[in-house]
């Protein structure tokens, strides 16, 4: 395959993706791939028992279960290597269905009230593969919230990438939800 540009943001070769920065975007460069997500957003990158979670917000941090503020936007993206998951819950990834995928690694945040699956778990594209993604609606505390997954395994570690906000502020999360997975690229070895 010869290089094309996909985007103006992305451009690609050979099976891998490099994100390119644009004005109003910035390269975000994870465990095992790389993405362009909103300059508006601000990033905080923490690893605990060898996953690594990368929350991005549109104001403040987000709580530890990835709920941003009322009237805010977050993404969480989660690399969770094989190892980790049968580390912690004797669990077999590679053996997974993509039902249990899904309800292997969603869930919502604790004390969250009024669960609803808006779309269930379906099959979507994504950086040249096949994920799978699930819509929930929530309420956490007084707070009504949307949250939009979507989830795959790439080279023996599970990827979450999770937006969270309010029903109100769906269209603007979406749009930086989708900066972030169609310029999604995978590192390469």
């Not at 460069?29 to 990158?45: D, I, M, Q, R, W």
């Amino acid at each position: 395959m010869t290089c094309a540009a996909i985007t103006l943001t992305t451009a690609a070769c050979s099976s891998t993706t490099t994100a390119v920065a644009t004005p109003t975007t910035r390269i975000l460069t994870g465990t095992g791939f790389s993405a362009l997500y909103p300059e508006s957003l601000t990033v905080k990158t923490q690893t605990t028992r060898g996953a690594t979670q990368y929350q991005l917000s549109s104001h403040g941090p987000l709580s530890d279960a990835g709920v941003p503020k009322p009237g805010a936007i977050g993404i969480t993206i989660q690399a969770v290597p094989f190892a980790v998951i049968e580390a912690s819950r004797s669990l077999n990834p590679t053996t997974w269905t993509p039902t249990q995928l899904v309800n292997n690694t969603v869930g919502t945040p604790p004390g969250a009230t009024a669960i609803t699956v808006a779309d269930p778990a379906h099959s979507v594209s994504f950086a040249g593969g096949t994920a799978y993604a699930l819509t929930l609606s929530y309420t956490s505390g007084s707070t009504s919230n949307v949250q939009e997954d979507l989830v795959d395994i790439h080279a023996n570690t599970v990827y979450l990438v999770e937006l969270d906000t309010e029903p109100s502020l769906q269209a603007s999360g979406e749009a930086a939800m989708k900066t972030v997975t169609t310029t999604w690229g995978w590192a390469t070895t």
